[in-house]
């Protein structure tokens, strides 16, 4: 029997994850993480060393049981369009149908996004034979609104391949923007009804300052990197994310799901590990941050481990940064 987990601690510890996207379904938290292979790989800027080939979903009863594994529950093998790479999912559920998005290179090393079904929340889930039609890049995280239009964010900087895609379709040769040039913010698209395809072609979201301006490039402590999710509270839209090279978990708050979103601050200080990446999920009448580090296997990159913490906010809607690390 596996212990109960506690705040701070690794939630598994039989297998590496990462990336963790939990949600409530059917009363228990369900948590969908990449699932990090115990093997060597030289770490590099284009990510090379997440090396993933398959996902396995977590559920916890409540935030203090144990995190159950539910096996494999897809494997790169089964999915027609993917060659490699199965980095950050996410889940969404709409009309009994529960979808497991993910992020994978293709056959041509072009990173896309595909949609994988199940009747149960813990899988197996059977992948569509092809991406979403229109899909790039990395890390998509799914809203479904109180009105049940669902949103897709995505798009990662570097090996998420973002920087390719400014001009359309895909550069191998294109280059982020200068440091006082606006950053690149992440991309959402509306989803068609039955969740398998884009309403419309992605847009960029706005990501400004407290004086209404882009946040620029080389503001690297508040600019877009990867992993986004958006979450309601109290009416509006909070928009949280990495900041990449200054690993930090940063939000921004706005009033449509599209955008435009204003920058507020701090999540999550850096973890242990490069990157680092999170969800954030009310379960009962408490909210909690799911996020990883790499502290269980000593700091190797592509050896990490889903943690969580309790969330809280302020009065004025602001959120009380995180410590991952409160007992040091
Ligand atoms: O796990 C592979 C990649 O690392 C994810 O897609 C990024 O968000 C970062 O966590």
Same mark, same amino acid.
């Not at 993933?52 to 995190?67: F, G, I, P, R």
């Given at each position: 029997?596996?212990?109960?987990?506690?705040?701070?601690?690794?939630?598994?510890?039989?297998?590496?994850?990462?990336?963790?996207?939990?949600?409530?379904?059917?009363?228990?938290?369900?948590?969908?993480?990449?699932?990090?292979?115990?093997?060597?790989?030289?770490?590099?800027?284009?990510?090379?060393?997440?090396?993933?080939?398959?996902?396995?979903?977590?559920?916890?009863?409540?935030?203090?049981?144990?995190?159950?594994?539910?096996?494999?529950?897809?494997?790169?093998?089964?999915?027609?369009?993917?060659?490699?790479?199965?980095?950050?999912?996410?889940?969404?559920?709409?009309?009994?149908?529960?979808?497991?998005?993910?992020?994978?290179?293709?056959?041509?090393?072009?990173?896309? /996004?595909?949609? #994988?079904?199940?009747?149960? *929340?813990? %899988? +197996?889930?059977?992948?569509?034979?092809?991406? $979403?039609?229109?899909?790039?890049?990395?890390?998509?995280?799914?809203?479904?609104?109180?009105?049940?239009?669902?949103?897709?964010?995505?798009?990662?900087?570097?090996?998420?391949?973002?920087?390719?895609?400014?001009?359309?379709?895909?550069?191998?040769?294109?280059?982020?923007?200068?440091?006082?040039?606006?950053?690149?913010?992440?991309?959402?698209?509306?989803?068609?009804?039955?969740?398998?395809?884009?309403?419309?072609?992605?847009?960029?979201?706005?990501?400004?300052?407290?004086?209404?301006?882009?946040?620029?490039?080389?503001?690297?402590?508040?600019?877009?990197?990867?992993?986004?999710?958006?979450?309601?509270?109290?009416?509006?839209?909070?928009?949280?994310?990495?900041?990449?090279?200054?690993?930090? /978990?940063?939000? #921004?708050?706005?009033?449509? *799901?599209? %955008? +435009?979103?204003?920058?507020?601050?701090?999540? $999550?200080?850096?973890?242990?590990?490069?990157?680092?990446?999170?969800?954030?999920?009310?379960?009962?009448?408490?909210?909690?941050?799911?996020?990883?580090?790499?502290?269980?296997?000593?700091?190797?990159?592509?050896?990490?481990?889903?943690?969580?913490?309790?969330?809280?906010?302020?009065?004025?809607?602001?959120?009380?940064?995180?410590?991952?690390?409160?007992?040091?």
């Amino acid at each position: 029997m596996t212990a109960p987990v506690k705040f701070n601690q690794p939630i598994v510890t039989h297998m590496y994850t990462a990336d963790p996207s939990a949600h409530v379904f059917e009363g228990k938290i369900y948590i969908y993480p990449s699932h990090d292979l115990d093997h060597e790989r030289a770490s590099n800027d284009n990510g090379d060393q997440y090396d993933m080939e398959d996902y396995h979903v977590l559920s916890m009863d409540d935030a203090a049981s144990a995190a159950v594994d539910h096996g494999e529950a897809l494997h790169v093998r089964d999915v027609p369009w993917a060659k490699q790479q199965m980095w950050a999912p996410d889940a969404a559920c709409k009309n009994g149908t529960y979808y497991l998005f993910f992020p994978a290179r293709d056959h041509d090393g072009i990173f896309r /996004i595909g949609v #994988a079904t199940s009747s149960s *929340p813990a %899988g +197996p889930f059977a992948a569509q034979p092809s991406y $979403l039609p229109g899909s790039f890049s990395i890390d998509p995280a799914v809203l479904v609104d109180d009105d049940d239009r669902a949103y897709m964010y995505f798009g990662g900087l570097w090996g998420g391949q973002l920087e390719k895609w400014q001009g359309g379709t895909f550069d191998p040769d294109a280059e982020g923007p200068a440091p006082n040039e606006p950053a690149l913010g992440p991309r959402v698209a509306e989803l068609s009804e039955d969740m398998l395809s884009f309403k419309d072609a992605p847009r960029e979201i706005a990501i400004l300052d407290e004086d209404g301006q882009p946040i620029l490039a080389g503001d690297e402590d508040r600019r877009y990197f990867e992993g986004p999710w958006v979450h309601r509270y109290n009416g509006l839209y909070y928009l949280s994310y990495s900041t990449g090279t200054t690993h930090k /978990i940063v939000y #921004a708050v706005g009033e449509h *799901p599209m %955008g +435009p979103y204003t920058f507020k601050g701090t999540i $999550l200080t850096p973890v242990i590990g490069w990157t680092t990446h999170h969800s954030i999920v009310q379960f009962r009448d408490k909210w909690y941050l799911f996020y990883h580090d790499s502290s269980l296997s000593g700091g190797a990159d592509n050896k990490r481990s889903v943690k969580f913490a309790e969330l809280r906010y302020n009065d004025d809607g602001t959120i009380v940064a995180i410590d991952p690390y409160p007992e040091k």
